[in-house]
């Protein structure tokens, strides 16, 4: 199970640091992602971190803004956000799978998702 946490209103250029806890004692075993869904839009990937967390991918409109982290002692997968835009509004979801992937349609677990709205 995945509990995504820490979204809310912040205005454009703010931060906020998304957290995504997961029950269990296999959270090491699973790559983690983050993904957004937009008001009117299809989910869209935002970054994918490894099972030891040596390994980060972003998409391109995230890019040195965005970083991914996890603590595996924790069970926990984290989103940095930084100079956030409007753009970025959206519901954020954490998701594990096995294989390290950008693909939405290739996870196997999904968190309830936490919704960030960023204010012009």
């Known amino acids: 199970q995945l509990q995504a946490s820490g979204g809310g209103l912040v205005q454009a250029g703010g931060s906020l640091k998304l957290s995504c806890a997961a029950s269990?004692?296999?959270?090491?075993?699973?790559?983690m992602g983050w993904f957004r869904q937009a008001p009117g839009k299809e989910r869209e990937f935002v970054a994918v971190?490894?099972?030891?967390?040596?390994?980060?991918y972003y998409a391109d409109s995230v890019k040195g803004r965005f970083t991914i982290s996890r603590d595996n002692a924790k069970n926990t997968v984290y989103l940095q956000m930084n100079s956030l835009k409007p753009e970025d509004t959206a519901v954020y979801y954490c998701a594990a799978d096995a294989s390290y992937t950008t693909l939405a349609g290739a996870y196997d677990y999904w968190g309830q998702g936490t919704l960030v709205t960023v204010s012009s």
């Open positions: 269990g004692r296999t959270f090491s075993s699973y790559v």
């Open positions: 971190i490894n099972k030891s967390g040596g390994s980060t």
